[in-house]
């Protein structure tokens, strides 16, 4: 069992950093197969489909995402200093990825082809969307953000900070991106600041 | 010569909707002659490769995105009334197409596929970053917006509110995701006000 787990953690592993390139719909049993060397039939025994791959790549990258981004922001005090901490994990999350965020790719990739694997993206996203959005409500408790300061609001705000982000460095390679975001980042929180 | 722009035009413009949906790398010359009941060599004389084709549904959309958003904002009074205009219309251009932003979802796609359908993604995508940081440029002449205020900010900030507000409405379904795109837009220009 433990070199089957090994083997399939490998497989996950080339496989989500095929997909942050690719994406989701290009990547194949066929083209996985070629790339480490195995036998189709082999791969298939471990996922018994297209589809079954495509969430276990999911899976896999929100449990590194977890790993990276969400486990340390947690040790951060409440308040801003966590949403800081989310922020400067977030930025640099994918840097191991050769084609960058796979939840960015998939999400213009999935928004319009129904089924398990854009539910399972959805199910993620909106727990990430949660997340964000209940960090912001510990700021305000803490009373580091205004108390009528809208959590829904600064998750959409920090999302589109990202994707803007992921947009303007990694399709334009614009080398001021970083700083662009880290600007728009303190910005919103200045904005959100109790009067 | 009439007859055969228009049926190039009709093509294209399936091509684009069939692209809003599956990227451009899922579009295909014998999908499209399919869907469109012409034989896949009648294809070939108006494309004569699937690079020429996607190339062609980036022109075809750009041209369409400057008819319905760049033209009607210049008609708008410079400085703010023109931003607004802008925004405004930005945010209901891809109403047309059943997946919403073609260059979204190329951005997407295309970001780790060197090759010249890429290479004109990124022109068209550097032409409308100028037409912004322009744009706002001149809201500072006017004196609408403070001196000191970066348009290259600006610029990376309004693509982010885009993408989130595709992102959200588009994956997530959210319907509050316009609302909160507007106040975002709203705030961003409340923050370069001159003092």
Redesign the interface.
């Known amino acids: 069992m433990r070199k089957c787990d090994s083997t399939r953690n490998a497989i996950l592993e080339h496989a989500t950093s095929m997909a942050?390139?690719?994406?989701l719909?290009?990547l194949t049993i066929g083209n996985l197969a070629g790339d480490l060397e195995l036998s189709k039939s082999g791969l298939f025994a471990h996922f018994d489909s297209k589809e079954t791959l495509q969430i276990q790549v999911l899976e896999h990258a929100a449990a590194s995402f977890v790993e990276q981004v969400v486990r340390p922001a947690l040790k951060a005090p409440r308040g801003v200093p966590r949403l800081q901490a989310v922020f400067e994990r977030w930025l640099i999350w994918d840097r191991g990825l050769?084609?960058?965020c796979v939840f960015?790719?998939a999400?213009?990739?999935?928004?319009?082809?129904p089924g398990p694997v854009r539910e399972r993206?959805?199910e993620l996203?909106?727990q990430w969307?949660e997340f964000l959005t209940t960090s912001f409500r510990k700021a305000i408790e803490a009373g580091h953000v205004a108390a009528d300061a809208d959590p829904?609001?600064y998750a959409?705000?920090l999302?589109?900070?990202?994707?803007?982000?992921?947009?303007?460095s990694?399709?334009?390679g614009d080398p001021?991106?970083d700083r662009?975001?880290r600007?728009?980042f303190d910005?919103l929180l200045d904005?959100a600041r109790p009067g």
Request: no cysteine.
């Open positions: 942050s390139q690719v994406g719909t290009g050769p084609g960058g960015a790719a999400a213009s990739e999935l928004d319009d082809r993206l959805v996203q909106r969307v829904a609001q959409q705000d999302y589109g900070i990202m994707l803007g982000w992921h947009y303007y990694r399709l334009l001021a991106a662009r975001a600007r728009a910005a904005a």
